[in-house]
């Protein structure tokens, strides 16, 4: 018996003094890392040597495999599982307050910058960056003039092909909340703006058109300003005025004085808000439009519905922090609840969202920060790609209450919503949210809503503007390759027939009598034209100009929060769906949302 014990009592010793021993050769590796204050690494030096509590050991790892920046991390399977933590490391279920206990640790990991001047070591990404390019230029004199020269006029391919008669919804029951996500991360890509000194390239309005030209004056113009831009080994290339990185930048901005202006003054851990007539919190507004990093946010409800929720977001996870580590400093708060919810929006986007827009599995799995990757946005995908979503929009914007009866009390139009902040003002956000989930999206096709296509930005005789050809005409703007020449660069098998392009036979003849041949196709417009494929949302070449950038974005980008965060914590951040964001931010009862706020809830 004496044996026994005197054996039991040997293992638990060796069992106790192991935890450490792995510590030396994960220290040197931190040491040798120069992007790792001092501060980390004395207290993961601390860490290896004793676990000072349940809730706040976390094992490092013996080498790091996610990239070049150290991280916390839940170590190896095997110092894990010697570790008398093992059995938290595995409960199902993750609570606020356990990953609450690394947040004090985390304040010691670099934070990205506003500007992302960290991300890279040759600093690409940064706000104010050219776009790159998947095609060669295709500039009608090989410099700078508009492409497409002998093409149509982008309004009259817009009356010949998009006219819309009628609705016509999605077959997967996806919601509105589908497009508007894609307009909000859109925010956080790129922005473009026009050159100065103006350059105009109007759009002529083709003699008695009926929205634009109803007197028959042959005069009327469509306004058009060129993009922004330098020239690059002589040749003009646009700027991306934001950051390159999915960080969160159409909530914080992407300068210190954009950040600066929306924090609170008071503590400045918080975002500023403001209060609408029924009480809500919402964002605050200079009397014509409302505080955000850009006047976008102001364009139209639903876009001012998710600025305003993770501007929410963001103060709740700043409460929390406040109230659990009261002796962080402001600086420190702010930055752990930027850190948080960018980490949201990463997660939703990716195991969300792009799940619907590609369907399953057609982004590869996360292999780890790539540090030879050159972060950028394609021209390609930011003037025509990612557009696609302009054609799922819906005409009115219902107000829904809590039993998800439509309201008689605010219906508005989405044509006379576009920068009217009143609404937002008196009836707040949430019923908006609840429409966005409520409501069906439309199909992506060649289709386009007169709200937008022939009254965008106000009713006719007033500021009027056609967004297909403004989009049209943006894709001539930069230069942009054809159709065609498009997919030849992507490996793509050309099209030199409409009826190869659809199979839809009042889409082909609508193509053939907007352009001459297959060759002459604008990008933008010989996409929305394409075969469906399966069941997914966009098609071929758009499938593979979005499936390229979005796993560029996410290799790219050494502050990832799948490379920076231990497992523990990557584990939390799926967790927090863009439906728990809603409930916790929202008067929204749980009772009244789907599982997936991307599908209509039936």
């Given at each position: 018996?004496?044996?026994?014990?005197?054996?039991?009592?040997?293992?638990?010793?060796?069992?106790?003094?192991?935890?450490?021993?792995?510590?030396q050769?994960?220290?040197?590796?931190?040491?040798?890392?120069?992007?790792?204050?001092?501060k980390?690494?004395?207290?993961?030096?601390?860490?290896?040597?004793?676990?000072?509590?349940?809730?706040?050991?976390?094992?490092?790892?013996?080498?790091?495999?996610?990239g070049?920046?150290?991280?916390?991390?839940?170590?190896?399977?095997?110092?894990?599982?010697?570790?008398?933590m093992?059995?938290?490391?595995?409960?199902?279920t993750?609570?606020?307050?356990?990953?609450?206990?690394l947040?004090?640790?985390?304040?010691?990991?670099?934070?990205?910058?506003?500007?992302?001047?960290?991300?890279?070591?040759?600093?690409?990404?940064?706000?104010?960056?050219?776009?790159?390019?998947?095609?060669?230029?295709?500039?009608?004199?090989?410099?700078?003039?508009?492409?497409?020269a002998?093409?149509k006029?982008?309004?009259?391919?817009?009356n010949i092909?998009?006219?819309?008669?009628?609705?016509?919804?999605?077959?997967?029951?996806f919601?509105?909340?589908?497009?508007?996500?894609?307009?909000?991360?859109?925010?956080d890509?790129?922005h473009?703006h026009?050159?100065?000194?103006?350059?105009?390239?109007?759009?002529?309005?083709?003699?008695?058109?009926?929205?634009f030209?109803?007197y028959?004056?042959w005069n009327?113009?469509?306004p058009f300003?060129?993009?922004?831009?330098?020239?690059?080994?002589g040749k003009?290339?646009?700027?991306?005025?934001?950051?390159?990185?999915?960080?969160?930048?159409?909530?914080?901005?992407?300068?210190?004085?954009?950040?600066?202006?929306?924090r609170?003054?008071?503590?400045?851990?918080?975002?500023?808000?403001?209060?609408?007539?029924?009480?809500?919190?919402?964002?605050?507004?200079s009397g014509?439009?409302?505080?955000?990093?850009?006047?976008?946010?102001?364009?139209?409800?639903?876009?001012?519905?998710m600025?305003?929720?993770?501007?929410?977001?963001?103060?709740?996870w700043?409460?929390?922090?406040?109230?659990?580590?009261?002796?962080?400093s402001?600086?420190?708060?702010?930055?752990?609840?930027?850190?948080?919810?960018?980490?949201?929006?990463?997660?939703i986007?990716?195991?969300?969202?792009?799940?619907?827009?590609?369907?399953?599995?057609?982004?590869?799995?996360y292999?780890?920060?790539n540090?030879?990757l050159?972060?950028?946005?394609?021209?390609?995908?930011?003037?025509a790609?990612?557009?696609f979503?302009?054609t799922?929009?819906?005409?009115?914007?219902?107000r829904?209450?809590?039993k998800?009866?439509?309201?008689s009390?605010?219906?508005?139009?989405?044509?006379?919503?576009?920068?009217?902040?009143?609404?937002?003002?008196?009836?707040?956000?949430?019923?908006?949210?609840?429409?966005?989930?409520?409501?069906?999206?439309?199909?992506?096709?060649?289709?386009?809503?007169?709200?937008?296509?022939?009254?965008?930005?106000?009713?006719?005789?007033?500021?009027?503007?056609?967004l297909?050809?403004?989009?049209?005409q943006?894709?001539?703007?930069?230069?942009?390759?054809?159709?065609?020449?498009?997919?030849?660069?992507?490996?793509?098998?050309?099209?030199?027939?409409?009826?190869?392009i659809?199979?839809?036979?009042?889409?082909?003849?609508?193509?053939?009598?907007?352009?001459?041949?297959?060759?002459?196709?604008?990008?933008?417009?010989?996409?929305?034209?394409?075969?469906?494929?399966k069941?997914?949302?966009?098609?071929?070449?758009?499938?593979?100009?979005?499936?390229?950038?979005?796993?560029l974005?996410?290799?790219?980008?050494?502050?990832?929060?799948?490379?920076?965060?231990?497992?523990?914590f990557?584990?939390?951040i799926?967790?927090q769906?863009?439906?728990?964001?809603?409930l916790?931010?929202?008067?929204?009862?749980?009772?009244?949302?789907?599982?997936?706020?991307?599908?209509?809830?039936?």
């Open positions: 018996m004496i044996k026994h014990i005197f054996w039991s009592i040997c293992v638990a010793v060796v069992f106790w003094f192991s935890l450490p021993v792995f510590s050769s994960y220290t040197d590796t931190v040491r040798k890392n120069p992007y790792v204050s001092s980390y690494k004395a207290i993961q030096a601390q860490l290896a040597k004793k676990a000072t509590s349940k809730n706040q050991y976390i094992a490092p790892r013996a080498q790091q495999k996610r070049d920046i150290p991280t916390y991390d839940s170590a190896s399977k095997h110092s894990v599982q010697n570790s008398r093992y059995k938290d490391f595995k409960k199902p993750i609570q606020p307050m356990h990953i609450f206990s947040l004090p640790k985390l304040v010691y990991l670099q934070f990205r910058h506003i500007d992302a001047s960290n991300n890279h070591p040759d600093r690409l990404g940064m706000s104010d960056t050219f776009f790159s390019r998947l095609t060669p230029v295709a500039y009608s004199d090989g410099k700078d003039t508009l492409a497409g002998s093409r006029n982008p309004r009259e391919i817009s092909v998009f006219a819309q008669q009628g609705l016509v919804p999605n077959r997967n029951w919601s509105s909340f589908l497009w508007q996500w894609g307009q909000f991360i859109d925010h890509l790129t473009t026009t050159h100065t000194p103006a350059e105009y390239a109007h759009i002529s309005i083709p003699y008695g058109d009926r929205w030209d109803p028959n004056t009327i113009v469509m300003s060129r993009s922004a831009y330098a020239y690059l080994q003009r290339e646009q700027i991306n005025t934001i950051t390159t990185f999915l960080d969160g930048s159409m909530v914080y901005g992407s300068s210190d004085k954009e950040a600066a202006r929306l609170q003054r008071n503590g400045l851990w918080k975002m500023k808000i403001w209060y609408a007539e029924n009480g809500e919190s919402i964002l605050p507004d014509r439009e409302f505080i955000a990093w850009d006047t976008r946010s102001s364009e139209q409800p639903g876009l001012t519905a600025h305003t929720l993770f501007v929410r977001e963001h103060n709740y700043a409460d929390r922090i406040k109230k659990a580590y009261p002796k962080l402001g600086n420190e708060i702010y930055a752990l609840a930027r850190d948080i919810v960018t980490a949201e929006i990463q997660s986007t990716y195991r969300e969202y792009l799940p619907l827009i590609l369907w399953k599995r057609a982004i590869s799995a292999a780890g920060y540090s030879s050159k972060p950028t946005i394609y021209n390609e995908f930011s003037t790609a990612f557009r979503w302009h799922q929009l819906t005409p009115e914007l219902l829904i209450d809590s998800w009866i439509e309201s009390e605010w219906h508005l139009s989405l044509a006379r919503s576009f920068f009217d902040i009143s609404h937002v003002k008196k009836y707040g956000v949430d019923s908006v949210v609840r429409w966005l989930h409520h409501n069906l999206a439309q199909k992506v096709d060649t289709k386009v809503i007169d709200s937008v296509r022939n009254m965008l930005f106000g009713a006719p005789g007033a500021w009027w503007f056609d297909v050809a403004l989009n049209i943006r894709w001539r703007d930069h230069g942009l390759a054809s159709y065609n020449v498009t997919r030849k660069c992507l490996w793509l098998q050309p099209k030199y027939a409409f009826d190869e659809t199979s839809d036979r009042s889409v082909a003849d609508s193509l053939e009598k907007a352009y001459k041949d297959t060759t002459d196709i604008d990008l933008w417009v010989g996409w929305l034209a394409e075969k469906p494929y069941w997914w949302v966009v098609w071929e070449t758009f499938h593979t100009i979005i499936k390229k950038q979005f796993e974005l996410r290799d790219a980008d050494a502050f990832w929060y799948e490379h920076r965060y231990p497992d523990i990557v584990d939390f799926h967790r769906t863009l439906r728990e964001i809603v916790r931010n929202t008067s929204i009862t749980d009772r009244e949302l789907g599982k997936n706020l991307f599908y209509v809830q039936r």
